[in-house]
């Protein structure tokens, strides 16, 4: 049994050779990854490194039907933080509340701790679930339309990253937060 043997090749060359034998525009492929022309470009002509960042990495990997793994930029990633404003009011409410990430998370059933952790990390955003985000804001003793405000906020990525153009919407979208705000805050 022949093994093949793998030859080292730079991350450029990789992408340049595939995109010659495949006949991919450069634009084509600048597309289909998320990054401008000129990235592409400048990767290619090495005027900029190869890029580190695992999400661009795996939208190549995927582009060219290959393991991420095949480039040597590529590092295992960790889950993506994200950086939510209603997590933050949060954690400033535990602060003034003199209230530990501990003493927070016992308030919760043991079964939601894991989700409220990985919120606070930034793993997860806000539940969507009302009564879950209420629990929240009860135990860090948050006023009833601050609690509906993030709800609402919340739900509205939600509907965004759905596909729906939430401003284009705007009629329908006021009239589901309003009945919502007279339900949830009486």
């Not at 999400?55 to 939510?84: G, N, S």
């Not at 209603?86 to 308030?107: C, G, P, R």
């Amino acid at each position: 049994m022949k093994t093949k043997q793998i030859i080292p090749q730079k991350s450029s060359d990789k992408v340049s050779k595939f995109l010659d034998k495949n006949a991919l525009h450069k634009r084509d492929f600048a597309e289909m990854i998320g990054v401008t022309l000129s990235y592409v470009y400048n990767l290619i002509d090495e005027t900029v490194p190869f890029s580190t960042r695992s999400t661009t990495l795996e939208r190549i990997a995927t582009v060219m039907d290959i393991a991420p793994e095949e480039f040597d930029e590529y590092k295992i990633p960790q889950e993506p933080i994200l950086i939510d404003e209603a997590v933050e009011i949060i954690k400033e409410y535990m602060k003034d509340n003199k209230l530990s990430t501990v003493s927070f998370l016992k308030s919760f059933p043991r079964k939601k701790r894991l989700d409220v952790v990985d919120m606070l990390r930034g793993a997860l955003p806000v539940p969507i679930d009302y009564k879950e985000l209420q629990l929240i804001g009860k135990t860090l003793g948050m006023p009833q339309d601050e609690i509906y405000t993030i709800w609402e906020n919340r739900m509205k990525q939600v509907l965004t990253s759905a596909g729906m153009n939430i401003y284009s919407n705007t009629e329908l979208v006021d009239s589901m937060f309003g009945c919502a705000k007279k339900y949830c805050l009486k």
